[in-house]
T-cell receptor
Framework: DGGITQSPKYLFRKEGQNVTLSCEQN?????MYWYRQDPGQGLRLIYY???????QKGDIAEGYSVSREKKESFPLTVTSAQKNPTAFYLC?????????????FGPGTRLTVL | KNEVEQSPQNLTAQEGEFITINCSYS?????LHWLQQHPGGGIVSLFM???GKKKHGRLIATINIQEKHSSLHITASHPRDSAVYIC???????????FGTGTRLQVFP
């Protein structure tokens, strides 16, 4: 079945540690996105990539890094520089911009920094 | 700056009731998305529309481009419709979305 997978579903880390969240899609989508969701707030865009080996900062990129070495994969690293990393992280993908396609979302990873 | 506002923030209903959730946005857009988020956190895309009306089962989405307003209707609501419904605007020439804060719907038997 085609879709987006994120792992793990729950992740616990100690303060000061970097952590990498996985996102894989087999939908053959060019564009991929990372969002952060906090209680009472709308999803906010962290990073997005429209093509392999290229990515752009979203609205809240500070303290995060990404890579896009393969079309299927868009991992997100939450670094120790991120001041408040505890949140729910969602990955999404979509068809190319010219198609104005809907975004498909993964199941999310809930990160808790202790 | 494009902003998306939803109302109400919370909504409770009895099974069978007709539900309406509203979404307003501040700048011209290329498309408006309605999403559903269940308690586990996963998000499903319900509709993407740029004009008029779309229907899928008991769900109906409408958009008025001139008034910058969209509504999501649920007919004959059911407890399994309980979820957070999120609208998001997509600006022209970009696939970036601006999200509303969501409407939490609870449908009781």
């Amino acid at each position: 079945d085609g879709g987006i997978t994120q792992s793990p579903k729950y992740l616990f880390r100690k303060e000061g540690q970097n952590v990498t969240l996985s996102c894989e899609q087999n939908l053959n989508h060019d564009a991929m996105y990372w969002y952060r969701q906090d209680p009472g707030q709308g999803l906010r865009l962290i990073y997005y990539s429209q093509i392999v080996n290229d990515f752009q900062k979203g609205d809240i990129a500070e303290g995060y890094s990404v890579s896009r070495e393969k079309k299927e994969s868009f991992p997100l690293t939450v670094t120790s520089a991120q001041k408040n990393p505890t949140a729910f992280y969602l990955c999404a993908s979509s068809t190319p911009i010219t198609g104005l396609g809907e975004q498909f979302f993964g199941p999310g990873t809930r990160l808790t920094v202790l | 700056k494009n902003e998306v506002e939803q109302s109400p923030q919370n909504l409770t209903a009895q099974e069978g009731e007709f539900i309406t959730i509203n979404c307003s946005y501040s700048v011209g857009i290329s498309a408006l998305h309605w999403l559903q988020q269940h308690p586990g956190g996963g998000i499903v895309s319900l509709f993407m529309l740029s004009s008029g009306k779309k229907k899928h089962g008991r769900l109906i989405a409408t958009i008025n481009i001139q008034e910058k307003h969209s509504s999501l209707h649920i007919t004959a609501s059911h407890p399994r419709d309980s979820a957070v419904y999120i609208c998001a605007s997509q600006q022209a020439y970009t696939d970036k979305l601006i999200f509303g804060t969501g409407t939490r719907l609870q449908v009781f038997p």
